[in-house]
Nanobody
Framework: QLQLVESGGGLVQPGGSLRLSCAAS????????IGWFRQAPGKEREGVSR????????RYADSVKGRFTISRDNAKNTVYLQMNSLKPEDTAIYYC?????????????????WGQGTQVTVSS
């Protein structure tokens, strides 16, 4: 059974950092591009970042460029999202998702497998 499990969320003060992890089980992550998405209450799910299967190509939403870094360790079957300089508007449930498509999309419907999400709250 294909599963993605996110971890690393929590409560952090503005300006703080968190590192999210997306671990895969039941399949080899190296064959998939991985996207990170987030959904705040009352808002649509939006793409935050994407990394190609090899890790060579990354994309970021304008709202997180320069603050978030996506990376992957295929040997550990895990993808990471390092989030620095966090702002209250980054508060959301964060999801990782996997696709075998090589089209560098950050729209949710381009992804086939999803994790259950992890809550990130940025507040003083």
């Amino acid at each position: 059974q294909l599963q993605l499990v996110e971890s690393g969320g929590g409560l952090v003060q503005p300006g703080g950092s968190l590192r999210l992890s997306c671990a895969a089980s039941g399949f080899t992550l190296r064959a998939y591009a991985i996207g990170w998405f987030r959904q705040a209450p009352g808002k649509e799910r939006e793409g935050v970042s994407r990394i190609s299967s090899s890790g060579a190509i990354t994309r970021y939403a304008d709202s997180v460029k320069g603050r978030f870094t996506i990376s992957r360790d295929n040997a550990k079957n895990t993808v990471y999202l390092q989030m620095n300089s966090l702002k209250p508007e980054d508060t959301a449930i964060y999801y990782c998702a996997a696709t075998q498509s090589t089209i560098p999309s950050m729209t949710p419907n381009a992804y086939d497998y999803w994790g259950q999400g992890t809550q990130v709250t940025v507040s003083s």
